[in-house]
C-alpha cells in the first residue's frame, strides 16, 4: 500500500476493461491517474468519481491515441494539471479481426495505428521528462497472440509483436536512466473485447486453457501494479504472460 504515492501513472484506454482495472490496481498503491478514454465519456467520469473515493487524484483525457495531435495536447494538459507523469501503461488496444486473404489494407493499418503508433505517440512525448527526474515505469499491454498467432488476427499479432519488439528495444536504451520497460501479455481476459468473440470459439479457448478459464482484467492489473512498484527495480525488457498456462 503507498508504493506509488505522489507518483502519477496514465493509463491509455483506461475507461473500459484491462486499463480500467490498471486505474484501480495502481491507485491502491496511491498513484494518482491520468485516465486517457477515446469514445467512452461516461464509464471514463465513472471510474474518474470512484478513483477520486479511494483518495488518489484522478481526471479523465479524451484523446484517440492514433492522432499524435490529439496525443500532444492531452499530454501537455496532464503535464499542466499534474506536473509529471511517472508510469505510463500502454494498453489502448482495438481488434478488426477477419482471415488475411480477406483483410483491408483498413484494417490491417486501423489496427497497426492505435495498438502500435498509440504507444509510440504517449511514450515519445512522456520519456524526456522520465529520462530527466531519473525514473520511470512503461508498460506496454501486448498479447498472447504475439507469441502464438491467431487465425482472423494476423494484423492484432503484427502491432502486438512489435509491441514486444519495441519494449525490447527501448528498455535497453532507457537502463541506465532509471526507467524501465516491460510488456504484460494476457490470454483470454473477459472485457468487452472477448465478448465481441464468439462463444464456440471462447469454448475452444477454454479447451486450450490448463485453468480452463478466461482470466479477470484484475488479474492482468495485478501484474501491471507489480511492475510499476519501486521494487520491480531490476526488471526490464521482460514480457509477464498471464494467460492461465495457455502459453508456456
Ligand atoms: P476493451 O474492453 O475493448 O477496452 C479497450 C479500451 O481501449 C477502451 O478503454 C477504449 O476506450 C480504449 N481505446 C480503444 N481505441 C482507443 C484509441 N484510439 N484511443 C484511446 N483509447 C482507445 O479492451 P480490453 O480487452 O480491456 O483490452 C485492453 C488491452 O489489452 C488492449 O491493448 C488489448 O489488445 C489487450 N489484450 C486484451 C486481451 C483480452 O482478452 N481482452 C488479451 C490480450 C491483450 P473507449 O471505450 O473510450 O473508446
Redesign the pocket.
Known sequence: MGELIDRVSLI?????????ACCFALASDKSNIAL??????G??DKAVAELEGKGVRAKAYQ?????AEQTKRMMDQILDDFGRVDVIVN?????RDRSFMKMTVDQWHQVL???LD?PFNVTSGLLPQMVERGWGRIIN?????AQMGNFGQSN?AVA?GGMIAFTKSLAREVAVKGVTVNAV??????????AAVPEKVLDTVRQMTPMGR??R?EE?ARAVRFLAAPQASFITGQVVNINGGMYM
Do not use: H, Q
Not at 12 to 20: A, D, F, L, N, Y
Not at 63 to 67: E, G
Open positions: 491509455t484506454g483506461g475507461s473500459r476493461g484491462i486499463g480500467r486517457n478514454y477515446n469514445k467512452s465519456s464509464a471514463a484523446a484517440d491515441v492514433s492522432n494498453n489502448a488496444g482495438i481488434t495505428l492505435v495498438n498509440g499491454i501486448t498479447s498472447i497472440v492484432y502486438k501479455a494476457p490470454g483470454f481476459i473477459e472485457t468487452d473485447m472477448t478466461l482470466g482484467p492482468v
